[in-house]
């Protein structure tokens, strides 16, 4: 099945820089890359999300790239604000393995301000 | 509201005490999926079922059993739970499939003694 790998696990940064995030995925088949943001003790949220026919997408302070030839993809937030803190966690879907979101391990943003 | 009600929030049981984690969505979505959130290992699919009486195991079944009787509820139920299985129980809900937005519920906190 697929395999997600993120870096870092711990990021921290201060209010104003930017953050990126970076995640390795296994299988080549793999399709939809979306990206969650969990703040503490709150459910995961969806904040962006890209399919395998883009190589990036930007939402306002947020963007992914997608690198499918290396088969990584990169969540870029700029001006980063302490609201930004909370857990990320990206994700990839294999058509070829079942019907399943495999996650990676996880990023901890800090936003110091 | 849109949403995705999971129950109980939080819940302290012994070794081997069958127990039922209820999850119910109001958005007519046909993937409902579990997921339990570990510290360092992410989000781990439990099982998934794109319809009703349709299920699939994920990455982590084993000691869970799930049913799908109805389009709304998806509950997930541990026949004699133990302590391995204390985690962060969330449930989701998306339009199709995996490779769609998933909707999570609040989360269950599940501590196993």
């Known amino acids: 099945g697929e395999n997600v790998e993120q870096h870092p696990s711990t990021l921290s940064v201060q209010e104003g820089d930017s953050a990126v995030i970076k995640c390795t995925y296994s299988d080549s088949a793999s399709n939809y890359f979306p990206w969650y943001k969990q703040e503490l003790g709150k459910r995961p949220q969806l904040i962006i999300d890209i399919r395998s026919n883009v190589g990036e997408k930007k939402d306002q302070r947020i963007a992914v790239t997608l690198n499918k030839t290396a088969k990584h993809f990169s969540l870029h937030i700029t001006e980063t604000q302490p609201e930004d803190s909370a857990v990320y966690f990206c994700a990839a879907f294999d058509p070829n393995a079942g019907n399943m979101l495999t996650f990676g391990g996880g990023t901890r943003l800090m936003v110091k301000p | 509201e849109a949403q995705v009600t999971q129950n109980p929030r939080y819940l302290i049981t012994v070794t081997g005490k069958k127990l039922t984690v209820t999850c119910s969505q109001n958005?007519?979505?046909?993937?409902m999926s579990w997921y339990r959130q570990d510290p360092g290992l992410g989000l781990r699919q439990i099982y998934y079922s794109m319809n009703v009486e349709v299920t699939d195991k994920g990455d982590v079944p084993e000691g869970y059993k799930v049913s799908r009787k109805e389009k709304r509820n998806f509950p997930l139920i541990l026949e004699s739970p133990s302590p391995n299985q204390t985690s962060l129980y969330f449930c989701?809900?998306?339009?199709?499939?995996?490779?769609?937005?998933?909707?999570f519920g609040a989360g269950s906190r599940l501590t196993v003694l």
């Open positions: 958005m007519n979505h046909e993937y």
């Open positions: 989701a809900s998306s339009l199709a499939s995996g490779a769609n937005v998933l909707t």
